[in-house]
């Protein structure tokens, strides 16, 4: 059904003059005839132009038509598909457009199709893989260097071959250009040793980096253990800072950890026998990768051009085991809470008095406590600690959580009972510049440090620091509470 005017309602817009004597203005014509100001006016223009013309409405087909592709294009686009999921490669519609680019040549008609066109065609000939609905990727925040050389992260997995032969797989990647820098295969199991071997192989061919980064296995860096490995003493030595994520954070090497899934899928397709064949494919495997392999990251550019065109910022000088012995002795301190005994608790008294069921398993133990700690749930409903009577309130992140407060002679602190890192902290005597009754605001504390924090709760905190600065070059003391 169309919603053209008919041609006697466009004749009355032509012949209308609204200058006669007792003629109706533009806009009462325009209510009488139900139809809006702007047609009126687009079919005045147009009848200055065409004349007559204007009598007959505009054609309604698209000035492009949508291309129509024979079964020849779509019968390559196929191939190609299968070709990238035979050989373990990402086979979507934005690698199938990459390749069928690459090979334009050869590709039948005289254009290739978009990705969204390819995306419709495969689909219309059932050649796709139903995936749930994830969340997109919008909603993410990005996390990359931006220049090659200042981080590289590096992990490993351990693959059967073939033959049942159990070997490790180390890979070492850039962060900001996504580049494989060296995967290799070992024997051993993951040690510090072909972790090592790895590392000098890269450094020697591409130079050191300002900072690796990896999980905290023993076999890459020991300093939050409290030690330092042969590993950090030699990217030390080249000016390398080493690094891990949090425990139990894999996310923090999420770069790595999602290039072995496609690393995985890769030997699932070409699946060695051996630890040499291995060797071989890891090779074929580096050179398609960093070179052919369009990156979704990278606006569909290849690891290799991103290497090339992006800026590098290699490691300058070595650096000091001073430093990594100063880093190694603060994870140190920061886990002196969890070397207590371990132990399970019994009762359960609550600020009253009254004794109260515990809710603990007797089979999960927690840490035996000393006279100066207490261990603290914070939910949702009741995000606040106490201190000498006071509710001290706390972010929206610490909820659903246990901590372990300790209250020394000079420090209040709250820390994770699994990790032992403290979480915040603030001298005593407590001074602060916003109390309401009992309920201090914590972002008002003088000194106070958090890990688990917002921005919106940073910039208050910030706000409160310069006001209490102030004050105290005033008035020796604000208020105290101990």
Known sequence: ??????????????????????????????????????????????????????????????????????????????????????????????????????????????????????????????????????????????????????????????????????????????????????????????????????????????????????????????????????????????????????????????????SHRTLQRFLKANRPQDLAEAQKILRRYREHYNQRRPHQSLNQATPQAAWDLLEHTPAIEPIALTVLEAKAAEYLSKRRLAQSPMSAFDVVVSKSGDIMQSTHDESDPVPLLSSNQMLVEVTKENRRTFYQGFHISLPTSFAHRQFIRTITDTEFLLSDPETSEIVMSFPLPMVALKVQGKFVSSYSIRGIQMTLTTRQREKKVERYRAVIQAQEEQIPTVFEHQ
């Not at 007959?56 to 000035?63: E, I």
């Not at 080493?242 to 954070?249: A, I």
Request: glycine share 6%; with cysteine.
């Open 1 to 258: 059904m169309t919603n053209a005017l008919p041609p006697r309602v466009r004749a009355m817009i032509i012949n209308f003059d609204p200058t006669q004597p007792e003629a109706l203005t533009i806009s009462e014509f325009c209510k009488t005839q139900k139809i809006s100001r702007s047609i009126f006016y687009r079919l005045r223009r147009r009848a200055a132009n065409e004349s007559a013309a204007v009598l007959h409405p505009l054609s309604r087909a698209p000035k492009q038509p949508a291309r129509k592709y024979g079964p020849e294009v779509t019968n390559e686009l196929v191939k190609i598909r299968q070709r990238l999921k035979k050989d373990g490669w990402d086979y979507g519609p934005r690698t199938v457009h990459y390749e069928a680019t690459i090979n334009e040549n050869q590709f039948p008609g005289e254009e290739i199709p978009s990705v969204a066109t390819i995306a419709r065609l495969l689909s219309g000939v059932g050649h796709v893989d139903r995936n749930p609905r994830k969340r997109p990727k919008s909603s993410y925040v990005p996390f990359a260097r931006s220049t090659a050389m200042a981080l590289w992260q590096l992990d490993a997995f351990e693959y059967r071959t073939a033959k049942n032969q159990l070997i490790t797989i180390y890979q070492l990647i850039d962060d900001a250009s996504r580049f494989d820098l060296g995967s290799r295969a070992f024997q051993r199991h993951k040690n510090s040793q072909d972790a090592q071997d790895v590392l000098m192989q890269a450094i020697t061919e591409y130079g050191a980096p300002q900072e690796v980064l990896s999980d905290n296995s023993k076999a890459f860096n020991q300093l939050r253990s409290g030690t330092i490995g042969s590993v950090e003493i030699f990217l030390a030595s080249k000016g390398s800072m080493p690094s891990s994520g949090l425990p139990g954070k894999p996310t923090t090497q999420g770069k790595n950890e999602r």
